[in-house]
């Protein structure tokens, strides 16, 4: 054949071939969620995440230093308590002792170089499990469950966290996190903002690492975006940043790419994207059954969600990942 272009010529030279490679994985790229418990001992692994443990403190100051030693230095921090301490207001979200608070602490003693981010949100503390506090016909109030997320990132930064993340939805939060946060001196505090967190059925395996008691799946769907709608998540976006957010999320990642694509376009500020529990467990579970190959659908499935526009990927692959980095 009489070819001008032949696109196959560059990926069969290997040199060039990685001279025009457009997109990589790097491991300052990645966020780590850590479960951290206030009711084991050393670790205890999530069932249905397998490789995700869920640690006590002295564990996890351990642990940081194996981290580091792999290149991760990020990372998220999510509670796990014991059922007697979960109510309907979810109280001890602004316990000043409560684990993910402590875990900073000592996370920080040890680990100045590491980047901290605090997850703000009730349901690992409210006994029904939603992010916020129901008033008298069982909707989650949206201003009261502010306030108390404002108080709980003004007790996250003085626990020494870098970073807080609300990941509850309600509106205006990021706007009071931000004025609660600089009232209190901790101007230089940053917001990661879930900005366009989709009602997602991926949450699954999560919700049974924090031992979210409920036996049926509940509905968020009060607060969470609707996953049919697109332009409703980036007005969502529009206003994190409005309201002073430092980075904005999309989450779940991999089914939400087209979201991540356009707020990479349309907003200036970073874009992060959370490859959820459920992400993770499907390609894990394909994997045990012998259907795919476990570390190149991890590596695919990151590289499409950073080639989508994410700057920064939270991820539970981060460690196995990172370490063939
Ligand atoms: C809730 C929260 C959820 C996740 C992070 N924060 C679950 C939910 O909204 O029910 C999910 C993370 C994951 O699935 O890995 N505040």
């Not at 009730?122 to 939603?130: A, I, W, Y």
């Not at 969502?236 to 989450?251: C, F, H």
Request: aromatic share 8%; charged share 25%; glycine share 4%.
């Amino acid at each position: 054949m009489k070819l001008f272009r032949r696109p196959r010529r560059l990926r069969e030279l290997r040199i060039a071939k990685s001279m025009v490679t457009e997109y990589s994985l790097q491991k300052q790229d990645f966020i780590l969620p850590i479960f951290v418990s206030d009711h084991c001992e050393s670790k205890e692994p999530v069932e249905s995440m397998p490789e995700v443990y869920r640690w006590s403190i002295d564990a996890v100051v351990e642990q940081v230093s194996h981290w580091k030693e792999i290149g991760l230095y990020a990372f998220a921090l999510f509670p796990c308590i014991m059922p007697e301490k979960k109510c309907s207001s979810g109280k001890e979200a602004l316990n000043p002792d409560s684990i993910s608070f402590r875990a900073a602490k000592k996370i920080k003693e040890q680990h100045q170089d590491t980047l901290l981010i605090a997850d703000l949100a009730l349901d690992p503390f409210t006994d029904h499990g939603h992010d916020g506090i129901l008033d008298s016909s069982g909707r989650v109030d949206n201003d009261l469950t502010v306030e108390m997320l404002c108080k709980s990132a003004n007790l996250a930064a003085q626990a020494g966290f870098d970073v807080v993340a609300p990941s509850d939805m309600m509106d205006g939060r990021i706007g009071e996190i931000r004025s609660s946060l600089d009232n209190a001196g901790f101007e230089q505090v940053a917001i990661l903002a879930y900005s366009a967190k989709f009602c997602s059925a991926y949450y699954g395996p999560f919700r049974d690492a924090i031992s979210s008691t409920q036996k049926e799946p509940i509905d968020k769907s009060g607060y969470q975006l609707n996953p049919a709608n697109s332009r409703e998540a980036l007005l969502e976006l529009k206003l994190d940043e409005q309201e002073g957010a430092d980075l904005l999320m999309i989450k779940p990642a991999e089914p939400y790419l087209d979201i991540i694509k356009s707020a990479k376009e349309n907003f200036s500020l970073p874009i992060a994207a959370y490859q959820v529990s459920g992400e993770y467990s499907r390609i894990w579970a394909a994997s045990k059954l012998g259907w795919l190959d476990l570390d190149r659908c991890a590596e695919e499935s990151l590289l499409s969600i950073k080639r989508a526009g994410a700057d920064v990927i939270l991820t539970y692959f981060a460690e196995r990942i990172a370490a063939k980095l």
